[in-house]
């Protein structure tokens, strides 16, 4: 079974930070390219950040500086760890491979808010 099961998820008020787990199974994270994804309510879904499988990372703009997107390969899981989050940052974000997705996950909600 090819699974992704986002988690770390919660309230936080702005300014606080973050870490969300992606753990998998079914397939090996050092082998694809792993993005995360977010999506707020009557937006679509957005590309958050990438790291490609050698190990080079790229970000939305908007995030650039804020979010950093790391892979522990010995336990098949990537982390998109935040910080200095905003009230724009509120949404429920899921993580996939990049350009070989597999079904969506649940997603883990966040939330930002005084």
């Known amino acids: 079974q090819v699974q992704l099961v986002e988690s770390g998820g919660g309230l936080v008020q702005p300014g606080g930070s973050l870490r969300l787990s992606c753990a998998a199974s079914g397939f090996t994270v050092s082998a694809y390219s792993m993005a995360w994804y977010r999506q707020a309510p009557g937006k679509q879904r957005e590309l958050v950040a990438l790291?490609?499988?050698?190990?080079?990372?790229d970000y939305l703009d908007s995030v650039k500086g804020r979010f950093t997107i790391s892979r522990d390969n010995a336990k098949n899981t990537v982390y998109l760890q935040m910080n200095s989050l905003r009230p724009e940052d509120t949404a429920v974000y899921y993580c996939?491979?990049?350009?070989?997705?597999?079904?969506w996950g649940q997603g883990t909600p966040v939330t930002v808010s005084s």
């Open positions: 996939n491979r990049w350009g070989a997705m597999i079904g």
């Open positions: 790291i490609f499988s050698g190990g080079t990372t």
